[in-house]
């Protein structure tokens, strides 16, 4: 499967985003997705998963009630609508697909999108 994300830019901290991962195929009910995010000089980080239906979604404590991940597998894309955003949220955002393993373990995903820049200035 191949990944497009999009959706990123330049807003101020307390603004929202929301970026979007479209995906090439027709098998894209079959993998979960996640999102990741790595800022200059950081390792990449999980932020957000959902599992192949979207009965179930996983986030990191850094974006607790901030953040949602959501799919439409009808359109093969999957979203991340970012709200209240930090200063310290300032990161390449990657979308990546997965057919198992850990989804908030990066190496378990197989298939990446090349990123999308989120810059938040305070």
């Known amino acids: 499967v191949q990944l497009q994300a999009s959706g990123g830019g330049l807003v101020q901290a307390g603004g929202s985003l929301r970026l979007s991962c479209a995906a090439s195929g027709h098998t894209f009910s079959s993998y979960a997705m996640g999102w990741f995010r790595q800022a200059p000089g950081k390792e990449r980080e999980f932020v957000e998963a959902i599992t192949r239906s979207g009965d179930r979604t996983y986030y990191a404590d850094s974006v607790k009630g901030r953040f949602a991940i959501s799919r439409d597998n009808a359109k093969n894309a999957v979203y991340l609508q970012m709200n209240s955003l930090k200063p310290e949220d300032t990161a390449v955002y990657y979308c990546?697909?997965?057919?198992?393993?850990?989804?908030?373990?990066?190496?378990?995903?197989?298939?990446w999108g090349q990123g999308t820049q989120v810059t938040v200035s305070s």
């Open positions: 990546a697909a997965t057919h198992n393993g850990k989804l908030i373990d990066y190496t378990s995903y197989t298939y």
